[in-house]
């Protein structure tokens, strides 16, 4: 029997050329979109702080817009026209507090943190050294990218905005009646939003993705606070005294225990018992820390 014999060409190494071809150029792209899914995460995680940031400022700055003689919103004015307008002075703005974002938690590692952040109006001189593509342009190349806003809503979600309601009654020597009470603010609940447009400028990425314009990371945190406006002793006082009817009535009449003065002097003296008195407690000098004495080496 004769053999015959193929007369194709040898096609020895084609198979396995032809794989690393198409594996090199997958792995590649697979590569570059590992590190790149790397680079948005981080930006992810940034926003999410940046949105935790203005929800917790606003706890402890008012918007700019609620400022000024008996201004501000719900009890935010309640508190204003019963304790004074200096309450309603700490402000900051949401354009300030996004320049903050901007230069605290966006700029490269390191950074010192200034109080002239809130008026920077600028992107930082350095970014976060993974906010870029792998052709080196920055993620975010305009303040107008960043956007952060914050609002202050009732909870609960009432029209009532104050509580001053009576939660006690007693009776005073007069024969009357007060109703003890607090105004506490029911405005608490503080959410800021942040978004984050990065990449939409980036030629490297959209030669790789037809059609790429860039991504939005977008996230709102919720803050329940009690927000009461830090404004000194004298106006913690007035506030409290709504709540202690000794401070208000006579509740006691004073002949009942003055005549007991025979056998406590004190009473009736500077250092009498006051009824109703409301003082910050203060700790006394003989009561502060003292370190022991060093030994005798």
Do not use: C
């Amino acid at each position: 029997m004769k053999q015959i014999r193929s007369k194709g060409k040898p096609q020895s190494g084609q198979a396995i050329v032809e794989m690393l071809v198409a594996t090199t150029f997958v792995m590649s792209v697979l590569f570059l979109a590992v590190a790149m899914l790397g680079k948005f995460n981080d930006v992810r995680n940034k926003t999410l702080m940046g949105s935790r940031y203005v929800a917790w400022e606003r706890t402890v700055w008012l918007d700019s817009s609620t400022t000024g003689p008996n201004s501000g919103t719900g009890s935010d004015q309640d508190w204003a026209s019963r304790y004074g307008d200096p309450a309603m002075t700490v402000s900051k703005s949401d354009a300030e507090l996004k320049s903050e974002f901007l230069q605290r938690i966006m700029s490269a590692n390191g950074t010192a943190i200034l109080s002239s952040d809130r008026h920077t109006t600028q992107l930082p001189a350095a970014q976060q050294a993974m906010w870029s593509d792998y052709g080196g342009t920055p993620f975010v190349n305009s303040t107008s990218n960043v956007v952060a806003s914050t609002s202050t809503s009732d909870d609960p979600s009432t029209a009532v905005t104050t509580n001053t309601s009576s939660f006690g009654k007693v009776q005073a020597v007069s024969g009357g009646t007060y109703a003890a009470s607090m105004n506490l603010p029911t405005h608490n609940m503080q959410s800021g939003s942040l978004s984050v447009t990065v990449a939409n400028n980036s030629q490297a990425l959209k030669s790789l993705l037809n059609g790429f314009s860039g991504l939005t990371f977008h996230d709102t945190n919720v803050l329940l606070t009690n927000t009461w406006l830090a404004d000194g002793s004298t106006k913690a006082k007035k506030q409290f005294a709504q709540a202690v009817p000794a401070s208000n009535v006579t509740l006691v009449d004073p002949s009942l225990y003055m005549r007991m003065q025979k056998y406590a002097p004190e009473i009736g003296t500077t250092a009498q018992i006051e009824f109703g008195r409301i003082q910050q407690d203060v700790v006394p000098n003989n009561r502060t820390y003292q370190p022991p004495p060093q030994s005798a080496q």
